[in-house]
């Protein structure tokens, strides 16, 4: 009987090691951008995505992606013991969509706002408030680079408009 519960119990421990090699080998750690495009498309219905830019904030990672309609998103990339695991993933209608999000970071609210545009040169964000008072943020544009930026409050409208180098205008409001 006891021969028998050894056996069980070294099984046991043979299969657990085994799950845990596979999982150590076989799976995406995220540790690289074909990694992490894995750990898109897993997490998709069967949307292929591509990671057009990323970028490291406070240990995340941020994605610009787009799928094959086009279509951009954020994908955010949290830190593991082993690389990175997705946190979330938003993603536009249409190609020329500016993107935004929120992501909360050591209790931290902070909008994160992508557009696909080449041409981008910078960025406002327009804040308003029940109360009426605005606030304006403007950041340059670095090869078409995700803006985060830590949200004033927690109740507000946000305007934001893109301008290309040519001075052309693109706009998305979204009430927050």
């Keep these: 009987m006891k021969r028998k519960l050894i056996i069980a119990f070294s099984t046991l421990i043979l299969l657990l090691c085994g799950f845990i090699l596979f999982q150590y080998l076989f799976l995406p750690d995220g540790n690289s951008i074909q990694?992490?495009?894995?750990?898109?498309?897993?997490?998709?219905?069967g949307t292929i995505w591509n990671i057009e830019i990323e970028q490291e904030f406070q240990k995340y990672i941020l994605c610009g992606i787009y799928d094959n309609k086009a279509r951009p998103g954020i994908a955010i990339f949290e830190p593991t013991l082993r690389g990175y695991k997705l946190n979330s993933k938003c993603w536009g209608s249409s190609s020329d969509e500016i993107i935004i999000t929120q992501f909360i970071i050591d209790s931290q609210l902070y909008d994160i706002v992508w557009f696909n545009e080449p041409n981008a040169e910078y960025i406002e964000l327009n804040y308003s408030y029940g109360n009426g008072e605005?606030?304006?943020r403007q950041f340059q544009i670095v090869d078409r680079e995700i803006i985060c930026n830590l949200a004033p409050s927690n109740e507000y409208n946000l305007e934001v408009v893109y301008y290309d180098d040519n001075g052309k205008s693109y706009t998305n409001a979204t009430p927050n």
């Design 35 to 45: 990694s992490r495009e894995k750990l898109l498309e897993d997490k998709s219905d």
């Design 134 to 136: 605005q606030m304006t």
